[in-house]
């Protein structure tokens, strides 16, 4: 299966900024999903990244806020944008490598704002 | 459109005690259902899965689950708890076509009482 490696690990950030989270997987995968865990909730879904086109985003996620880039087939970044303590969650990519491994994901980002 | 429940939030059982962790889907395809274990502070690691084939399906550290299409049960089980299991827990179904989303159910958190 792949291994996805995800930075940064943590973070605490001012209400207002912005933070880039990386996540680079050591085969190339078609979809990248990307998902939010807000404090003791389950993994919401905020948006799929597929090379070489915009991201698809869930209801309730819209680009300005989540911008998302994927500029080849192993690496993608979240955007958290104008960040406010809501925005406070675990922040997860995951992909697919094949149905027989299921779904990879990273270890997180771990978001608090203040 | 899929959807998982998890009956109960929080179970706690003995030490040695069986294990049973309640999932319920529902799919219009033939699913494609997953069970994660999320430890403290840690990502995603997956227990098990089914596909296709065999419905008794056995996962890392004594679990398994099987899938029982009349009930659209996928329940996990574990014979003999151990302390090491105290942990999240998700269920999460998918659909068999490939490069689509994981939605996952609530979780439960699995207690283990000495």
């Known amino acids: 299966s792949a291994v996805i490696s995800q930075k940064p690990s943590r973070d605490i950030c001012q209400r207002g900024t912005s933070l880039t989270i990386q996540c680079q997987v050591d085969s190339q995968v078609t979809m990248m999903f990307w998902y939010r865990q807000q404090p003791g909730q389950s993994l919401t879904l905020i948006a799929t990244a597929n090379q070489g086109s915009e991201a698809t985003y869930e209801s309730g996620f819209v680009i300005d806020k989540f911008p998302i880039s994927r500029p080849n087939l192993t690496f993608s970044t979240l955007t958290v944008s104008n960040m406010s303590p809501e925005d406070s969650s675990i922040y997860l990519c995951?992909?697919?490598?094949?149905?027989?491994?299921?779904?990879?994901f990273g270890s997180g980002t771990r978001l608090t704002v203040v | 459109a899929q959807s998982v429940t998890q009956l109960g939030s929080h179970v706690s059982v003995s030490e040695g005690a069986l294990v049973l962790l309640r999932c319920n889907y529902s799919?219009?395809?033939?699913?494609?259902l997953f069970w994660y274990v999320q430890y403290p502070n840690q990502g995603l690691q997956l227990l098990l899965k089914y596909t296709t084939g065999a419905t008794l399906v056995k996962g890392i550290n004594g679990f398994e689950a099987e899938f029982k299409k009349s009930e659209t049960s996928f329940h996990l089980t574990k014979p003999s708890a151990h302390m090491s299991d105290a942990a999240e827990y998700f269920c999460a179904v998918t659909s068999p076509f490939g490069n689509e989303k994981l939605t996952f159910g609530t979780g439960t958190r699995l207690t283990i009482i000495p």
């Open positions: 995951s992909v697919e490598t094949g149905r027989n491994y299921g779904y990879t």
């Open positions: 799919s219009s395809v033939p699913p494609y």
